[in-house]
């Protein structure tokens, strides 16, 4: 689990980085076509149609599709602002999982967790501060990563206990690829040499952390592993530091703070009370 966080840390910045030579959508179809390839090369041989098998195509599109549209907003987002501050607004997917989880699953929300879903949203403030340069489209880029990854989380909810997560992983990279493919003569960028090995990583460890993810799902719960997501605000605060030379304000820390503190009091305790697993702020 706590490689997987490495393997999205780094996927997030270099993403930033290459989102500062070549289109949003450039680097994001990239970065699901490889993912794509790398799955077909290693995984094909053995598992065969077995990657696109599903008793529910539609459902598996239509989650692929909420997952790309959370990877076009972070992107874009990160294009503009920094690295930490980004991801610890798109961290309130938790908390908008709460949310909608009342509008359509129709579950009952006590009292404490709503106050905690509104300390959550209050901490977004603390980071994006109105009057702030943080204040701008690409904000509410950041908050479109959030919501469109709750969306895809609940999805995951209604999801038969059937589906392969193989397949569930291969369809949120081919339909990326697809997706995109058809904007790509309007925005196509010849790669600098340079630039290759990164577009290679991207895919990578796209891949690799999501499979990881899965793994670490397989061997432990949810509910243990959910509180080591957060740690990827550490490694994209150091990585933010070290490639951009960008670290975040007292603000930006009280904001993560108070979005760390909500999140986790929402996941423990709304395990405690319903015996169900929390949503991870993992992407």
């Known amino acids: 689990m706590l490689t997987a966080v490495v393997c999205f840390s780094s996927l997030d910045t270099t993403g930033k980085y290459l989102s500062g030579f070549y289109p949003v959508t450039q680097v994001v179809w990239i970065r699901y076509t490889i993912h794509a390839v790398l799955m077909i ?19 598996q599109i239509t989650r692929a ?7 076009l907003c972070n992107f874009s987002a990160l294009a503009v602002l920094p ?4 991801k610890a607004i798109s961290f309130v ?31 977004t403030l603390f980071i994006i501060r109105p009057g702030s340069h943080m204040l701008s489209w690409a904000a509410f880029l950041a ?9 895809y989380q609940i999805m995951t909810r209604k999801f038969s206990t059937d589906e392969d997560p193989i397949a569930t992983l291969f369809f949120s990279a081919i339909v990326g ?12 960028m010849k790669p600098a040499l340079a630039h290759v090995p990164l ?27 959910s509180p080591f997501g957060y740690t990827q605000l550490i490694w994209v605060t150091l990585f933010g530091y070290l490639v951009f030379g960008q670290w975040p304000d007292h603000h930006a820390f ?30």
């Open 41 to 59: 090369a290693f995984l094909g041989p053995r598992i065969g149609w077995g990657l696109v098998h599903t008793s529910q195509l539609g459902a």
């Open 65 to 71: 599709t909420l997952l790309l549209g959370s990877t």
């Open 83 to 86: 690295l930490a501050e980004v």
């Open 93 to 123: 997917s938790p908390l908008l999982v709460t949310v909608f989880a009342v509008w359509l699953l129709r579950e009952h929300v006590t009292l404490s967790r709503w106050a905690a879903v509104i300390v959550g949203f209050l901490g």
């Open 143 to 151: 908050l479109g990563t959030a919501l469109c990854y709750s969306l």
């Open 177 to 188: 690829c697809v997706v995109l493919v058809s904007v790509m003569p309007f925005v196509w």
């Open 199 to 225: 577009f290679l990583l991207i895919g990578a460890v796209g891949m690799f952390g999501h499979f990881l993810l899965i793994k670490a799902l397989e061997l432990e719960r949810a509910s243990v592993l």
């Open 254 to 283: 009280i904001g993560m703070a108070v979005i760390v503190g909500s999140g986790l009091y929402v996941a423990w305790g709304h395990r405690a009370r319903r015996n169900e697993e929390p949503d991870s702020a993992i992407e």
